[in-house]
Each structure stands twice: as structure tokens, then as C-alpha cells.
């Protein structure tokens, strides 16, 4: 049995990846790729939906420990890698996942200080064998993805970080896809409909290669 690929979305807020996972799903059905399953992270597990809810709305006198909302992420990405992408790709199904472990070094790692040492011991422990096939990087400048994300709906506890905050994830982003192949970055300043014509035509172009 032919394994299935693994496709990443990765970007901040108001980068446009929803709007990109259905841009992926559509051109992968035009190529005739019709098994396909659509991610988000955290959550699409029943303990990830769980975390997903605990660390967007979490409002509490104590704060919620850097480390402690590292490894919740980390909890909720191995309860769905376990359960749903690694029995998808061993059946062949290709899987479209709206973050992944990327987001973990852009946020945790660069937006909140973590050494990028740590993480990667947790992805080293956990998670070493599941690596995309292809990410997509959707870069839009902090404000205004910020404003997208404003216009479209109430902010929730990590959209309300600092611009500070979200300058810093973007250029850990923007340092990290510098160095590593399988990355592919699409400019999300631009239109919808460049934005759409980009991600189809590296998509294509992926496919035709891989
Ligand atoms: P997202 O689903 O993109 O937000 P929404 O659908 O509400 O627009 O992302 C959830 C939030 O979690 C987002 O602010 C980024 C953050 N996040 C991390 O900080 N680290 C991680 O490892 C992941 C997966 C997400």
C-alpha cells in the first residue's frame, strides 16, 4: 500500500490558512486524489478539541505556565497523530493539517522564549517519525493579519498577545523556513485570488515532482 503525503498549513493569525486547506483539498481532488482528511491543531481529536477550548479561553489569577501550554499543544498533536494521521497515511489517505509541529518553535519557541532546544526534544521523543511531506508557509505582516482576524471575529486569549509578540513569531518563522527544505512560502499580503493562484501553482508543481 502507497502511503499517503502529509500537507502543512503554517502562518499567524489572518494568514489565510483555512481559506488555503481548501484551496489544497480542491486541487488535490482535481488531480484525482480524492482520499484526503482535513486537520486543524490543536483539536480534531476528542482530547484535542478539549485542549483547544482549555488554552484559547484559559482566564485565570495564575497564568498559564509557558511550559505547561508547550506540552498541552504537545498532548493534543500526539493524540492526533496517533489516532488519526499515522492510521490515515498508513492507508494511503493524504491528510491536510492546519498546523503542526512548526507552530510550536514560531509560538512557544520564538513568541515566548522557549529554547527551540526543548522543543525539539519533545518532537525527538514523540513525534520523530511524522514529518510533513510539504509545508506551506502563508506570510502576512502581524498587523494585518491581525486586523483580518479582528474583522472576522471576537479575539481569543493568544490573538490579544502584543504586536511584539507576533513580530517575533513571524521572524522565527521567517528564520526557520531560511533553513529548512520541504517548505514552501507563499506571500499573504497579496489579494485572495494571487494568494489561491499561488498555492495551486506550487501545489502543482510539488506534484508533478513528488
Ligand atoms: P488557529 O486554529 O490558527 O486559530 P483560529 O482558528 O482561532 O484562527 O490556532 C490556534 C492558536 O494556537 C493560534 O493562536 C496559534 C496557537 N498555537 C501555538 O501557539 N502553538 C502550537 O503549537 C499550535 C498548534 C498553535
Redesign the pocket.
Known sequence: MIKGKFIVLEGI?GSG??LACKIILKTLHQHNIKNVKLV???GSTYLGEKIRKI??NYNNDQDLHHNAELLL?HAA?IQLVESIIKPCLNKGIWIIS???QL??FA??GGGDNIPSKKIKNLKNMFLKKINPDITFYLDVLPETGLKR?FQRKKL?R??KKSMKFFEKVRNTYLSIISKEKNIIKIDANQKKILVRNSIKNELFTWLKNN
Open positions: 493569525e490558512k483555512t486543524k491543531e490543536p488554552i484559547k499543544f498533536r492546519d498546523r503542526y507552530s510550536s509560538y512557544q482576524a481569543d493568544i490573538e
